[in-house]
């Protein structure tokens, strides 16, 4: 019996053609003004619809010279005119006009298990210090070298799958780093030594570090350009993570752990393996829901740069009949804007030439652009700031908040408080979603009312041992907290020019990384009071939102650079 080859029978079905769906170009009405100003075009639309007029006695249809002349104009903003760009364009374009739908809306749930799993575990790994430290004979602090391993993991997973999705697609790539994570923290459940446990938190972090940047990734280029504004939704995921973190946690770890360090075993102290290994069955079954229940399609983009464009256009027209509507990209269309197969430009890139335009990124070339004008610059310099004090500031105290409420209660007290904040974080970017667009607000206003008050609650927090306090002040601190990361998502990429957006985002979530990793060494080694880390974490986020007040870009109402 011969043997079942998956990589055809997945080429098989990228290849799946939609007659049904397919519509002349000349159905498609021809963008607006503010249409083409959502999609990052910077050729004056008017003069587009002025061709369009001219090439169609009047009309207002897209027709294949409007479209022409839309793709000429983006491809010479972004400073790259090869037939790869071009086709990207055109299929941005097709994108827009098949608009939000099913298809969408399935990645957005999908792609929120990547949120999910960032903050499953980086709360679940905070939930096991304690019981940890007690069965491994470390002390509470140097226990958290296990955070620290993490965040290692966690870099480099978001700089090895940022690329590694450039290179060998995006599917692959959403599918394994929750297979990865899964595979990772369901063997971190039989940890057998201290030295062993972190190496599998590291490793687990290879997988978690990849979610975020994927996972935006195959959310975005799918996502019409004038909807993009909806991956500032995908922060409410992040909040769901902690929840089932701290539910799972106050189950398990009051119930089925040592009382103290001098008598614990093993087998007296599985509450905090019962913990890790039902994450990573949780996370497991997210990668299967991913791989099973959900056809994805490779992302259009990455099937032009690899010169595979019967299979790009069969994506689109898949998306286009999951949302159950209509589409005008062929291949002909795409032959006529971006040049046929056979001509002699070269189609596709090879692995060297996307690797090498994923690190043109952070070239000077990409980063001058964004300090073009004072404005411009201070924005940026005041944005990369304020991820960089956030990053810092989130992990001193909510990676290490179940030891600063254990030091006052017992350990039901503890899990269980724990678990009631993660629930009041949950409609913080819910909150954001509807003041960011008030117009006393605006995107600027909600950020730092909310950063600020994030701060002043977490020198609450210090001011009283009493555990009913800390509660409070730890509820309203992390609604607020996730209000104000909820608009950090959305204002960042807002505020730069469309062609070096990924640069800006890129570094900021950089800085905002390498900052967590340095959060569990500070704890470490400059706590002599415990509160220090939680001042060092109130004092970072009120400069950040200092930063924030100083910001001179309000995005509100206007439209992407």
């Not at 939930?127 to 002390?139: R, Y």
């Not at 464009?309 to 027209?317: G, H, K, N, T």
Request: neutral net charge.
């Amino acid at each position: 019996m011969p043997s079942t080859n998956w990589r055809d029978i997945l080429a098989n079905r990228d290849r799946r053609q939609f007659p049904e769906v397919v519509v002349p170009l000349e159905s498609a009405p021809l963008k607006t003004k503010n249409d083409a100003n959502d999609s990052d075009n910077t050729q004056d639309a008017a003069s587009i619809q002025e061709k369009g007029a001219t090439a169609g006695h009047g009309q207002t249809t897209l027709t294949l010279e409007v479209l022409r002349a839309e793709i000429l104009a983006e491809t010479a903003a972004s400073g790259h005119n090869t037939a790869y760009d071009r086709k990207a364009k055109v299929i941005n374009r097709a994108i827009q006009d098949i608009g939000m739908g099913r298809y969408q809306w399935g990645l957005f749930v999908l792609c929120g298990f990547g949120w999910i799993a960032d903050n499953l575990w980086l709360q679940g790994v905070a939930l096991t210090l304690t019981p940890v430290a007690n069965e491994f004979g470390i002390s509470e602090s140097h226990s958290r070298f296990a955070t620290c391993a993490l965040f290692v993991g966690l870099i480099i997973g978001a700089s090895f799958w940022g690329i590694a999705s450039d290179a060998i697609g995006r599917r692959p790539a959403f599918n394994m780093t929750l297979c990865i994570c899964g595979a990772f923290g369901l063997a971190a459940g039989g940890a057998p030594s201290w030295v062993g446990l972190c190496a599998l938190y590291a490793c687990l972090g290879l997988g978690v570090g990849g979610n975020l940047p994927v996972d935006a990734a195959v959310f975005l280029e799918c996502l019409p350009p004038n909807s993009a504004s909806i991956l500032s939704g995908l922060a409410t995921w992040w909040s769901v993570g902690t929840l089932i973190s701290s539910m799972l946690a106050w189950a398990f770890i009051p119930n089925f752990s040592c009382a103290d360090a001098a008598t614990c075993t093993k087998a007296d102290n599985w509450g905090w393996r019962y913990l890790v290994l039902s994450l990573g069955a949780i996370t497991f079954a997210m990668f299967l829901c991913r791989f099973l229940l959900f056809t994805l399609y490779e992302s259009p983009k990455f099937l032009v740069s690899r010169g595979r464009q019967d299979e790009a256009v069969a994506a689109v027209q898949g998306i286009a009949h999951k949302n159950k509507t209509t589409t005008w990209l062929t291949e002909e269309i795409l032959n006529e804007i971006g040049g046929e197969p056979e001509a002699n430009e070269k189609q596709s890139l090879s692995y060297g030439e996307i690797i090498k335009r994923s690190l043109e990124r952070f070239s000077m070339q990409q980063v001058a652009p964004l300090f073009a004008t004072k404005r411009l610059g201070i924005s940026t310099v005041l944005i990369w700031f304020c991820w960089t004090c956030i990053g810092l500031g989130y992990t001193l105290f909510n990676a290490f908040l179940p030891q600063y409420l254990s030091a006052n209660s017992s350990t039901y007290v503890t899990y269980r408080n724990y678990a009631i904040t993660a629930v009041c974080g949950i409609p913080g970017p819910l909150l954001a979603w509807v003041l960011v667009d008030n117009p006393y607000l605006g995107r600027k206003g909600t950020m730092a009312g909310s950063t600020v008050i994030t701060g002043v609650l977490l020198f609450c927090f210090t001011a009283s041992k009493d555990p009913n306090v800390q509660l409070v002040c730890s509820s309203l601190e992390s609604f607020f907290q996730m209000a104000m990361y909820g608009v950090l998502y959305a204002y960042t990429p807002e505020i730069f020019p469309a062609p070096n957006r990924g640069t800006g985002t890129g570094i900021a979530s950089c800085l905002n990384r390498i900052a967590g990793l340095m959060a569990p060494i500070i704890g470490i080694y400059a706590s002599i009071d415990p509160v220090t880390p939680i001042y060092a974490s109130g004092a970072l986020i009120l400069a950040a939102f200092v930063a924030m007040v100083f910001l001179p870009i309000e995005t509100r109402g206007k439209q992407s650079l």
